[in-house]
């Protein structure tokens, strides 16, 4: 079946302006997380959502970074005014169920290049 | 807050030698995972680790968890370059899974 999808792929954009990371999860999954990659860097956990709801927000880095996820299934990553910092490849996965003994299925990352 | 470790941060070995990657956790955990990223890849879940002194093998890699629940390896036996990529472990803390920082493998062919 389908895997976890994202889009824009690459996504270049100007300092300050505003941008929208969108992730398409695999169907059923109720759980769906987003990590940010910086270049050659290890995952830095962002947000996960259980359904609709967003349990833990501790990793996002600023009030410039926002999501949502909207019936169970589509979410999108908001980052406003963005700064050179935040260029990195977003990743998103998703899981079965919110418990970590569930295996996480990731995307294949959106690019975000802040010039 | 849970922390995990990894160490090396990197490795670059000679295709045939074999390669090990170490996870360390600040607290115990309930379970560990490990995922590989190809270059240019997105993380895949390779196997899961639940009890104390598990031992499971996927042909060439070998997983371990401590009896402790605190620290686990992989080994990979006779590297080949498919092996190429970072190897992450992800450990299950009181409630979410937190990763490791990655060891990136690079073998020499």
């Known amino acids: 079946g389908a895997g976890v999808s994202q889009s824009p792929s690459n996504k270049v954009t100007e300092k300050g302006k505003d941008v929208e990371l969108r992730c398409d999860p695999i169907?059923?999954?109720?759980?769906l997380y987003w990590y940010r990659q910086s270049l050659g860097q290890g995952l830095e956990f962002l947000i996960y959502?259980?359904?609709?709801?967003?349990?833990?927000k501790s990793g996002l880095p600023s009030d410039r970074f926002s999501a949502e996820r909207t019936g169970g299934s589509v979410s999108t990553l908001t980052i406003q005014r963005t700064q050179q910092e935040d260029s990195a490849v977003y990743l998103c996965?998703?899981?079965?169920?919110?418990?970590?003994?569930?295996?996480?299925?990731f995307g294949p990352g959106t690019r975000l290049t802040v010039t | 807050g849970q922390q995990v470790m990894q160490i090396p941060q990197y490795q670059h070995v000679q295709e045939g030698e074999d390669f090990t990657t170490y996870c360390n956790s600040s607290?115990?955990?309930?379970?560990i995972q490990w995922y590989k990223q190809r270059p240019g890849g997105h993380p895949v879940f390779l196997i899961q680790?639940?009890?104390?002194?598990e031992v499971k093998k996927q042909k060439r890699l070998t997983f371990q968890f401590g009896e402790a629940k605190k620290n686990s390896s992989l080994h990979i036996t006779a590297t080949q370059t498919t092996d190429v990529g970072t190897y992450f472990c992800?450990?299950?803390?009181?409630?979410?899974?937190?990763f490791g920082q990655g060891t990136r493998l690079t073998i020499n062919p």
């Open positions: 996965a998703s899981s079965l169920f919110g418990q970590a003994t569930y295996e996480q299925y």
């Open positions: 169907s059923g999954h109720t759980a």
């Open positions: 959502f259980q359904g609709n709801s967003a349990p833990d």
């Open positions: 607290t115990t955990l309930s379970n």
């Open positions: 680790l639940v009890k104390s002194g």
């Open positions: 992800a450990g299950q803390g009181a409630q979410k899974l937190v």
